[in-house]
């Protein structure tokens, strides 16, 4: 600010002429209206009302008038401020009217286009039918259990009563993993089954237990129309005292009526395994000819080859030495436990030829199963 000048006229302070005033006030208007987005009409606002502006600082000078010249000088000055103040905001206004208009026009959603377009992400038909079968059993009472891909030995053989010279830990079913300094065996394979998750939940989980465990498991069997190097299982545990055959056929039977239709009977007949004492596979009615073995025209059923019967489990009492194993007194409690293979499930229940079709990706497979979320 200048120093007083108590003997200048008000109109010889050149920048607070009314004709200064005047120019300042058209040049400020004049970028306003020429400003043609946000960034030009903050641009002219910063140079017409700024700290720097040539308006800001000819006001500096008011105070340096005499004093009857300053009243004057002031309202011309504030009047000009006014004036480009309402013009910015009007231009200001007039900017966000239009960018608006643009938003509504740009950014509209066509509601009568086809919204299907657009394929929506679909989980595999095995995982869906993993979880029908658990929610089955979750159903009855069941807790879902889960254990490692990769496992010891110990849970996936030993634990299982699996002898040391069983033809199952030999190479041609087991995937083995190597140890660090280039061994053969690590003491670790990919799991070949979900029963380790049995033995996993009785060391861990008090009794009474009820237990289903879906899960990926890997054999070295070679891929063919039946057979997978990777595929899924689940297995299903019960321990509690007085557990017996019956409680497992019922078990047994309740899914079967779940999944595939009710009224449909089930048949155990003798297997081997050596962790459940004594063992069966268990088979179903046909649910394409419900027994028959005839399709409605008299030709052979396609299901179950004209068998009437479709294997589809294997099960079976828990061997009293797993429980052993486990720390559990075989004299006060039983159990029965189950596995089947869900995508050999998934070609029964569905009517599919090669279990390749589940591996390879092709969303024309899952499509025709339908999207579920
Ligand atoms: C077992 O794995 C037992 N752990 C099942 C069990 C659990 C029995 C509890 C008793 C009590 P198995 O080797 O039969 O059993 O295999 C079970 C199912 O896995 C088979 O019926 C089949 O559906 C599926 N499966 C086995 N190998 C393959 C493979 N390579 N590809 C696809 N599915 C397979």
Redesign the pocket.
Known sequence: MSASNNTFDPVRVAVLAPAEVDRMTGDALAAIGAASDFDELKAARLAHRGNRAPLTLASAEVGALPPAARAEAGRRVGQARRLIDEALAARLADLEADRDRRVLLEEAADVTLPWDRVQAGARHPVTTLAERLADVFIGMGYEVAEGPEVEAEWYNFDALNFPPDHPAREMQDTFFVAGPDGAPRSGMVLR????PVQIRAMLTRPLPLYVVSPGKCF?S?PLDA????V?H?I?GLAVDEGLTMADLRGAIAAFVEAMFGAGLRTRLRPDY?P??EP?ADVSMQCHVCRGASAEADGSPCRVCKSQGWI?I????MVNPRVLVACGIDPERYSGF?????I??SLMVRNGLAD?RDTLEGDVRFSRAFGVEA
């Open positions: 070949t089954h979900t029963s054999r069997d039946t057979h997978s190097p595929f299982q297995e395994f962790f459940t063992s294997e489990a294997g099960c079976g436990a189950f596995g089947l293979g995508e050999r279990i």
